[in-house]
C-alpha cells in the first residue's frame, strides 16, 4: 500500500534522511518533543514562519500526536526522516515532499553544528 500523498517523499529523497540521526547534545536531546517542533518549524522555515501561523499549529500538533517521535528524541535518536514526516503528518491537504526534505536538512545542520559546538568546549574544558 503507497503512503499518503501528505507524507510522500520524492523519489529518492528519503534514503538521503534514512541514516539515525543521535541526538548527542542538550539542545536536542533534553527538550520535549513539542519545542523541537517549535524549534525546527522556527529555523527550517526561518522568515516564511512569521506568515504560517498555522503550519507552526500543524506541526507543533505533529509532535504531540505522535508520541513515538517525543519517545524516539529523548532516548537519544531518532531517523531524520521519520522526525521530518511525523512533523507535518497534519498537513493532509496537501503534498509536504520539498516541506519534509526541508525539515530533515536543518534538523541534520542543527544536530552537526551543536556536536561541534559541544565538542569543541569539551576540548577547551580539557586543555591544561
Known amino acids: 500500500m503507497a503512503a499518503p500523498l501528505h507524507v510522500t517523499w520524492k523519489k529518492g529523497e528519503r534514503e538521503k534522511f534514512a541514516a539515525v540521526l543521535v541526538f548527542d547534545c542538550q539542545a536536542m536531546s533534553r527538550i520535549m518533543a513539542t519545542r523541537l517542533a ?15 501561523p498555522t503550519k507552526e499549529a500543524e506541526f507543533i500538533g505533529g509532535a504531540e500526536d505522535n508520541l513515538l517521535a517525543g519517545l524516539s ?5 531518532v531517523l531524520l526522516a521519520d522526525l521530518a514526516k511525523q512533523l507535518v503528518s497534519r498537513r493532509v491537504s496537501r503534498s509536504n ?32
Open 73 to 77: 528524541i529523548t532516548c537519544g535518536g
Open 97 to 128: 515532499a520539498n516541506l519534509m526534505q526541508l525539515v530533515a536538512s536543518w534538523c541534520r545542520k542543527f544536530e552537526t553544528e551543536n556536536m561541534v559546538t559541544v565538542a569543541t568546549k569539551k576540548a577547551q574544558t580539557n586543555t591544561p
Open 38 to 52: 517549535y524549534a525546527v518549524f522556527k529555523g527550517a522555515l526561518k522568515s516564511h514562519a512569521v506568515k504560517s
